[in-house]
């Protein structure tokens, strides 16, 4: 089961290009209030708001979570994250069975059942860790934005999938969450933002959003993809 990702909110470099030069600023800093803590943007974006809301799914969507994820805006780019993240293989499944990360993150995969598992991906570049038995682990590292579909060989049944964005504000949307949201730390303006179901078409996945931020406030939307 996949518990309530509101955001993946790791420690980033942020590069801010102004005209011909261009600001580095290291780390994500907490902010007077908690609430306020930034994720990827740190002080070179003091003025900050939230995105928040509800995602109206068919029943048919309802099965799987979702993501909802920025699209990267120009002038700001987020060096690979250190922190690495972990994905189980228990029980014959991917737990999680939906692992959203920031393009350059490492997955650790590791096998918690009894018996061998594989990890293969027919997407994007390709790849495929072999088989390795219990309690042991293999790694891989996103380079590129996109959807890889998690394979095991040795289980056909096994599914999962790694959902690679270009911007640390995103978050899954499940059951779990009452199919609701929370992105914070979103620097103030208009952005892009997509939203992905395993068991959406095309027309629904590539659709582009559209949202303005404000700072110091919360921007509330109901979605109905």
């Not at 011909?20 to 994500?28: I, P, Y």
């Not at 993501?67 to 922190?83: Q, S």
């Not at 590791?110 to 293999?138: I, M, Q, Y």
Request: aromatic share 10%.
């Amino acid at each position: 089961m996949i518990g309530r990702l509101l955001l993946s909110c790791v420690a980033f470099l942020v590069v801010c290009v102004v005209g011909e030069s261009s600001l580095v600023v290291a780390g994500a800093q907490e902010q007077k209030s908690e609430e306020d803590r930034l994720c990827g943007v740190p002080d070179a974006y003091p003025e900050v708001g939230i995105f928040k809301g509800t995602l109206k799914l068919k029943k048919r969507y309802q099965r799987s979570p979702s993501v909802i994820y920025f699209e990267k805006k120009e002038g700001i780019e987020f060096p690979a994250p250190t922190e690495k993240l972990n994905c189980d293989q228990v029980g014959k499944a991917f737990a999680p069975r939906i692992v959203p990360v920031l393009v350059g993150t490492t997955v650790v995969f590791k096998n918690s059942d009894d018996f061998e598992h594989n990890v293969n991906s027919p997407d994007n570049e390709t790849f495929d860790l072999a088989n390795w038995g219990k309690d042991e682990t293999r790694e891989y590292t996103f380079k590129r934005p996109g959807v890889y579909t998690l394979l095991c060989k040795l289980h056909p049944e096994m599914v999962g999938y790694v959902v690679v964005v270009e911007t640390p504000w995103f978050a899954v949307v499940d059951k779990e969450s009452k199919f609701g949201f929370e992105i914070k730390g979103l620097p103030a303006g208009t952005y892009n933002y997509r939203i992905w179901n395993e068991r959406m078409s095309p027309k629904y996945t590539d659709k582009v959003r559209t949202v303005t931020i404000e700072a110091g406030k919360t921007t509330e939307s109901v979605i109905k993809p």
